[in-house]
Each structure stands twice: as structure tokens, then as C-alpha cells.
């Protein structure tokens, strides 16, 4: 049996900190369905001021990925990493054992826009560990292009969890299909621009579509349109 479950992008909450514009798909409700999507505990879309950012702070058991959408951040861990991520690149924290690290706009001049997505880990209190992979505008055009998965020689970051990511930027007028990875799991979709419908829903900007029981998505956009699928276990 399908199953759809439809988040307006209204409905989503949020909090304007003056440094921090935050829209949260799940959590901080009372709703019981707006808790998480399976393992999708956390999708959270957040600007952030120049040269503002979060302090550093702990995680345990938890993958943690970062999606800028417009400008970089700078991060820093208690492994030792310290980079930039910038638009058009994906990174994952494995926190496992434990993590402590900082994100901070590294710009002094422009907002950071970027989403943060936490996943439930099947590997808990491994070692922490850390990505960070490119995927050019170009090689999403008219593409679902993956960009994480649960096997380590797949393309994009390596996640411990049977969950798989991908990014699409489609042109008006285009239909593809998703096929769902793995028995179990379900389909968030989450529209980063444009308008499109899946399974017969129509989708606008920061919409977003759970879908469970399918084998696959049908997608067709109405006009330019970028698009964020997680595919991720729906126990978690």
C-alpha cells in the first residue's frame, strides 16, 4: 500500500535570530508526524549572517550532513579538519563515538545559506570520521545525481545508514523517475527551487513529499527546478 504524507513549506517552523533565519521540516512541534521521516530525523534550512556561526558543540551517533545552497562555510572538528564548504558541495560528519565542531559563515560580507540533515547512524559508537565531495552544476543538469550512499566505492559521501541522497537540477518540462534503493525505505523529496509534481502532488519551493510503499517517483517539473531526494530507512 502507498502512501503520501505532505509538508507545506508554511507549515515547516521558524525562528529569526537575527544572525539565524531557521526553518525546521521536523521536530520543535507537538505534531507526532512531524518528528522525523524514518531515520530523516533533522532537515533544517538555515541562513546564517556574515561572519556569524555556531560555536563548537558536541554529536554522538548521528550522520550529519551539509548542503551549502548560496555562499561556504568554514568547519572545524576535534579530528582536525578544517575546510570550506562552499555551494555545490556536499560534507558528512559520521559522528559515531563522538564529534565536536564548529560551522561558521566564511564570508564577512554575504549570508550563508545551506541545509543541515541529520540521519540516524546503524553503526553506533563507531570512530567519527569525515567527507567532503564536489558535484558540478553541470553533472546534475536534467540528472538525479547521487550524492551519498552506504557503500563506500558508490558515488558521494559514505553514510552508516542504508539511506542515499541525491540532488537534481531539471529543466521545465522534464520527467524522470526515481527508483526507491531498498525494500523499507521511503522517498522525502524536498523542492530547493521551481515547481514540480511527484506522484501527482504539486511541489513549490521548500515543500516537502514523504513517500512510503512505492517502488518508485514520478517527477515531472513546470519549470526549472532543483530537488533534494533522501531515500532512508523508515525505521529508524
Known amino acids: 500500500m502507498s502512501n503520501t504524507i505532505f509538508h507545506a513549506a508554511n507549515t515547516r517552523y521558524h525562528a529569526d535570530y537575527g544572525w539565524l533565519?531557521?526553518?525546521?521540516?521536523?521536530?520543535?512541534?507537538?505534531?507526532?508526524?512531524?518528528?522525523a521521516f524514518g531515520a530523516?530525523?533533522?532537515?533544517?534550512?538555515d541562513t546564517v549572517a556574515a561572519g556569524r556561526g555556531f560555536g563548537t558543540h558536541p554529536h554522538q551517533n548521528m550522520e550529519i550532513i551539509t548542503i551549502p545552497l548560496a555562499g561556504a562555510l568554514e568547519h572545524q572538528d576535534s579530528l582536525g579538519h578544517q575546510a570550506v564548504i562552499r555551494a555545490g558541495e556536499v560534507q558528512v560528519m559520521s559522528a559515531g563515538s563522538g564529534i565536536a565542531h564548529s560551522e561558521k559563515n566564511h564570508s564577512t560580507q554575504q549570508p550563508v545559506h545551506f541545509l543541515q540533515i541529520w540521519i540516524s547512524t546503524n553503526q553506533p559508537n563507531a570512530a567519527p570520521r569525515y567527507d567532503q565531495q564536489a558535484f558540478a552544476?553541470?553533472?546534475?543538469?536534467?540528472?538525479?545525481?547521487q550524492v551519498a550512499s552506504p557503500n563506500p566505492d558508490e558515488a558521494g559521501v559514505w553514510l552508516r545508514q542504508q539511506a542515499w541522497l541525491h540532488l537534481g537540477a531539471l529543466e521545465a518540462g522534464f520527467a524522470t523517475e526515481y527508483q526507491v534503493k531498498r525494500n523499507g525505505n521511503g522517498v522525502y523529496a524536498f523542492?530547493?527551487?521551481?515547481?514540480?509534481?511527484?506522484?501527482?502532488q504539486p511541489l513549490g519551493p521548500y515543500d516537502g513529499l514523504g513517500s512510503w510503499g512505492e517502488d518508485s517517483l514520478q517527477i515531472q517539473t513546470h519549470s526549472s527546478a532543483e530537488v533534494l531526494l533522501l531515500d532512508v530507512p523508515l525505521v529508524a
Do not use: C, H, K, W
Open 191 to 200: 523542492v530547493l527551487r521551481g515547481a514540480m509534481t511527484i506522484n501527482g
Open 21 to 35: 533565519n531557521a526553518y525546521r521540516s521536523f521536530g520543535q512541534t507537538a505534531d507526532p508526524a512531524r518528528q
Open 137 to 145: 552544476l553541470e553533472s546534475r543538469r536534467n540528472q538525479l545525481v
Open 40 to 45: 530523516l530525523q533533522i532537515l533544517n534550512d
